[in-house]
């Protein structure tokens, strides 16, 4: 019956495992979120400095120009990250589901003994 107890501990690390791996993904996000509003910000500045805010213009700023495809950059990474998050929320589910399954199980198998042990102390006394 320790079988049980191995397989409840495997899912409990499991879902630990999914939950870290959520919570790494949010901080990607933010991360990547953070760092386009300073682009964003950077790229306001340069703009008013050199007054021209068509990007088409020959004189548009060089720095605008890459400050823009960095942040293009970063918020289509952070699509995908949202992506993966949400595959990574399905997955964290399941283990979460297959941990309540063992350790029902485990329970059950808990009272079952404690009736066998319980039921041979009766006949013995």
């Given at each position: 019956m320790k079988s049980r107890e191995h397989l409840?501990?495997?899912?409990?690390?499991?879902?630990?495992e999914?939950?870290?791996?959520?919570?790494?993904?949010?901080?990607?996000?933010?991360?990547?979120?953070?760092?386009?509003?300073?682009?964003?910000l950077q790229i306001t500045a340069e703009e008013k400095k050199a007054g021209i805010t068509d990007i088409n213009h020959f004189a548009y700023p060089t720095f605008a120009k890459a400050a823009r495809l960095r942040r293009d950059n970063l918020r289509?990474?952070?699509?995908?990250?949202?992506?993966?998050?949400?595959?990574?929320?399905?997955?964290?589910?399941e283990a979460e589901a297959e941990l309540s399954k063992a350790e029902m199980l485990e329970s059950r198998d808990t009272k079952v003994r404690e009736a066998e042990t319980g039921g041979r102390s009766a006949m013995i006394g």
């Open positions: 409840v501990r495997l899912k409990q690390f499991q879902v630990n999914k939950r870290r791996q959520l919570l790494q993904l949010d901080m990607m996000i933010a991360e990547f979120e953070r760092m386009a509003v300073e682009l964003e289509n990474s952070q699509s995908d990250l949202a992506q993966q998050r949400s595959a990574a929320e399905s997955l964290l589910g």
